[in-house]
């Protein structure tokens, strides 16, 4: 007489691996929206600190202050906005007269890595591409 065998099959085994991979994807694309939205608010953040830094500097010397980069913006407005960040990089454009000014900051990682500019201005918040332009 047979001794019947117990166990799982090959394609048992295949169908639920599969059924647990579709199951991790779903569940890591449903992390992935939390965490760009944790990055955007980095920067919105930054962002009005910096805003707020240049309307005290203007108080103080009657201009606003252009800055090519984060080190620029730490060290004239006195910020301590990580220069490490792997995330984002800062600029202030100003007119000329330096009598109005543009704060940026540049997506430089993920999905949205040189695309995604976000901006804010001496008289108002703007978070969107639109507003701010395409040009770096």
Avoid: H
């Amino acid at each position: 007489m047979k001794d019947k065998q117990t166990g799982f099959t090959l394609l048992e085994l295949i169908i639920v691996v599969i059924i647990i991979g579709i199951l991790a994807v779903l569940g890591l694309a449903s992390f992935a929206s939390p965490k760009e939205q944790a990055v955007d608010r980095e920067a919105q953040a930054n962002l009005k600190l910096i805003s707020s830094a240049e309307k005290i500097y203007r108080m103080e010397t009657n201009v606003y202050v252009p800055c090519n980069n984060t080190t620029e913006i730490n060290a004239f407005l006195r910020l301590m906005i990580p220069t490490s960040d792997n995330n984002w990089k800062y600029k202030i454009n100003t007119t000329s007269g330096n009598t109005s000014f543009s704060a940026r900051a540049l997506r430089t990682s993920g999905p949205y890595k040189n695309t995604k500019i976000l901006c804010i201005n001496e008289t108002q918040d703007n978070y969107t591409n639109t507003s701010c332009g395409s040009a770096w």
